[in-house]
């Protein structure tokens, strides 16, 4: 009797290990074939195609049927109590359950190629890890020997199995090659919570030595926009993680943000490029993009210059005291910007060190109000980007002209371009009586109405022969002159009337505020305090 307990035992353990070896026979038996019976009819077919080696592809998807509808998903850690382990436990190696599942996931239906090796299962209730390894290690193996070139996708924990086959072929050869995949892309599984499945911490998480190329793609949990997190381990890239929507901007963005990620995933897994020079071409098309976008942007800023052509002309006029004696000057040639220097071009300025803040903020401006000029800040309606800068004193004109590669123009060229090149017109675009047709005057209402200035090239009725915009109106411009009551004295050479000195600058154009159509005349002049700064005066720039 005493040997009973020990019978019983025996019994016990033969029953255990007859279960498990059958349980074992059954689980193995239900993965037969699943991955590799489709590659041996895909190498029968390229066969009798006589498809060359170069041209076999294939790619294997391992899909669980039980994963969410987003495949990039990280699943959360399984907290179930004793009750759901041990129930876990009898299911998976004592029930079992169809290996197959026929109902497609997201990702299945993403890939559609007669060269592709689904399996979608409903986890591992009907087999183990270590039998679907074995089962894609054999299909491998197949494709391999039919000359393919192999891909592998796994969603979620199914990174296990894949990761297992890869890792005990590593250092096989068959025919003299390496037996390997080409592409390996994991989703839904980052490379931490990798670490933590068992069949896979017994080495550390990177590209086995017969992958090329392997990715690890992945939402975290813990986010709640989706910001797709990816690993690339190739022979430049060494696993370190980034954000994919920086790479591929709007990636993440909309509804169907699923849908365009897989297909960018496809393109990746399908494409004869290899992942890490994809990423690199993407990476240098955004890099074009925004060198494209900053050239835009300077261009914005950037003066364009409207050649003047040399020649001779009568300057001044007979009808203004300051403006007499009219007089022959020669001009040589040069170029003047074709609108008056805008906001956003002084502001460059600013920004680059080289020249001091307008002053349409600080209180010191001389702003109309309406009815008077009186101190005090610019209004929001004259700081358009494109408008004239205005409230800049003579030497803040000078600095933003040396800065730009150019000066103040003299006031024989201003009247010179003004005239069309010097033809003799009263105003940029001939004799025509002026109206906001062709200028922003006071005409129907200071500014055409709007009582301020209005962008650069508005009224382009209004433009000399040569393009020059604003020459009448809007503002007055800063020159390089000094003023002189008239021009008895003043140089025929087309250069500044610097010697003697004065007191006042000279000022041309006219601006928004001038209700006398005389004041945006070719020839009239006025002149102001180098240190003043108000909202109706601005500058051309030359060169």
């Known amino acids: 009797?005493?040997?009973?307990?020990?019978?019983?035992?025996?019994?016990?353990?033969?029953?255990?290990?007859?279960?498990?070896?059958?349980?074992?026979?059954?689980?193995?038996?239900?993965?037969?074939?699943?991955?590799?019976?489709?590659?041996?009819?895909?190498?029968?077919?390229?066969?009798?195609?006589?498809?060359?080696?170069?041209?076999?592809?294939?790619?294997?998807?391992?899909?669980?049927?039980?994963?969410?509808?987003?495949?990039?998903?990280?699943?959360?850690?399984?907290?179930?109590?004793?009750?759901?382990t041990a129930g876990g436990?009898?299911?998976?190696?004592?029930?079992?359950?169809?290996?197959?599942?026929?109902?497609?996931?997201?990702?299945?239906?993403?890939?559609?190629?007669?060269?592709?090796?689904?399996?979608?299962?409903d986890g591992y209730s009907a087999f183990s890890e270590d039998a679907m390894s074995r089962e894609l290690?054999?299909?491998?193996?197949?494709?391999?020997?039919?000359?393919?070139?192999?891909?592998?996708?796994?969603?979620?924990?199914?990174?296990?199995?894949?990761l297992m086959a890869l890792k005990r072929l590593e250092g096989v050869e068959r025919g003299g090659v390496k037996v390997g995949a080409n592409k390996v892309m994991l989703l839904g599984m980052n490379a931490p919570r990798l670490k933590r499945i068992p069949s896979v911490s017994a080495y550390d998480f990177s590209r086995p030595g017969n992958v090329l190329e392997l990715a690890n793609i992945w939402v975290p949990r813990e986010e709640m926009a989706r910001t797709m997190r990816m690993q690339v381990f190739g022979e430049k890239r060494k696993g370190g993680e980034f954000a994919l929507d920086q790479v591929w901007p709007g990636l993440a963005e909309g509804s169907d943000s699923i849908e365009r990620s897989l297909r960018l995933l496809r393109q990746m897994?399908?494409?004869?490029d290899s992942l890490e020079r994809a990423i690199s071409r993407q990476e240098q098309a955004l890099l074009d993009a925004e060198a494209t976008r900053?050239?835009?942007?300077?261009?914005?800023?950037?003066?364009?210059?409207?050649?003047?052509?040399?020649?001779?002309?009568?300057?001044?006029?007979?009808?203004?005291?300051?403006?007499?004696?009219?007089?022959?000057?020669?001009?040589?040639?040069?170029?003047?910007?074709?609108?008056?220097?805008?906001?956003?071009?002084?502001?460059?300025?600013?920004?680059?060190?080289?020249?001091?803040?307008?002053?349409?903020?600080?209180?010191?401006?001389?702003?109309?109000?309406?009815?008077?000029?009186?101190?005090?800040?610019?209004?929001?309606s004259f700081q358009g980007d494109d408008q004239p800068v205005v409230c800049v004193d003579w030497s803040q004109a000078k600095a933003f002209a040396r800065w730009a590669g150019g000066r103040l123009p003299s006031e024989a060229e201003w009247e010179y371009a003004a005239r069309g090149a010097?033809?003799?017109?009263?105003?940029?675009?001939?004799?025509?009586?002026?109206?906001?047709?062709?200028?922003?005057?006071?005409?129907?209402?200071?500014?055409?109405?709007?009582?301020?200035?209005?962008?650069?090239?508005?009224?382009?009725?209004?433009?000399?022969?040569?393009?020059?915009?604003?020459?009448?109106?809007?503002?007055?411009?800063?020159?390089?002159?000094?003023f002189h009551d008239s021009y008895n004295g003043a140089p025929a050479d087309g250069s500044a009337w610097e010697f003697p000195a004065g007191s006042r600058r000279v000022a041309r154009g006219g601006s928004w505020s001038n209700v006398d159509a005389g004041n945006i005349r070719a020839a009239r002049r006025s002149n102001d305090d180098p240190g003043n700064r108000s909202d109706n005066l601005g500058l051309h720039v030359a060169r």
């Not at 255990?16 to 059954?26: N, P, Q, V, Y």
Request: glycine share 10%; net charge neutral; with cysteine.
């Open 1 to 84: 009797m005493r040997f009973l307990p020990t019978l019983l035992v025996g019994a016990m353990v033969a029953g255990i290990s007859g279960l498990a070896l059958w349980r074992a026979k059954t689980l193995a038996e239900r993965t037969v074939g699943v991955m590799s019976l489709p590659v041996e009819r895909l190498a029968a077919d390229w066969d009798a195609q006589k498809v060359p080696q170069g041209r076999r592809v294939v790619t294997f998807l391992l899909s669980d049927a039980r994963a969410a509808a987003d495949p990039f998903m990280v699943a959360p850690e399984p907290r179930g109590g004793l009750v759901e």
């Open 89 to 121: 436990w009898v299911n998976r190696n004592l029930i079992g359950a169809p290996p197959v599942v026929q109902t497609p996931t997201e990702l299945g239906r993403a890939f559609d190629s007669t060269t592709l090796v689904r399996w979608t299962h």
């Open 137 to 162: 290690e054999k299909a491998i193996v197949k494709a391999h020997d039919a000359g393919a070139e192999i891909n592998i996708v796994a969603q979620g924990e199914d990174a296990a199995p894949a």
């Open 269 to 272: 897994v399908e494409s004869p």
């Open 294 to 380: 900053k050239a835009a942007e300077e261009r914005k800023y950037a003066i364009v210059w409207v050649p003047i052509p040399g020649g001779s002309f009568m300057m001044g006029d007979e009808e203004w005291n300051n403006s007499k004696p009219a007089h022959r000057v020669k001009v040589k040639s040069f170029e003047m910007s074709k609108t008056e220097v805008t906001n956003r071009q002084y502001r460059k300025c600013v920004e680059a060190g080289a020249c001091t803040p307008a002053h349409g903020s600080d209180g010191t401006c001389q702003v109309y109000d309406g009815s008077d000029w009186k101190q005090g800040d610019l209004p929001a």
């Open 422 to 482: 010097g033809k003799g017109r009263k105003y940029p675009w001939g004799n025509e009586a002026p109206s906001c047709r062709h200028a922003v005057m006071d005409d129907g209402g200071m500014g055409c109405g709007r009582n301020s200035t209005w962008p650069g090239c508005s009224k382009t009725a209004g433009n000399t022969e040569q393009g020059l915009c604003d020459m009448a109106g809007n503002v007055w411009e800063w020159t390089q002159d000094w």
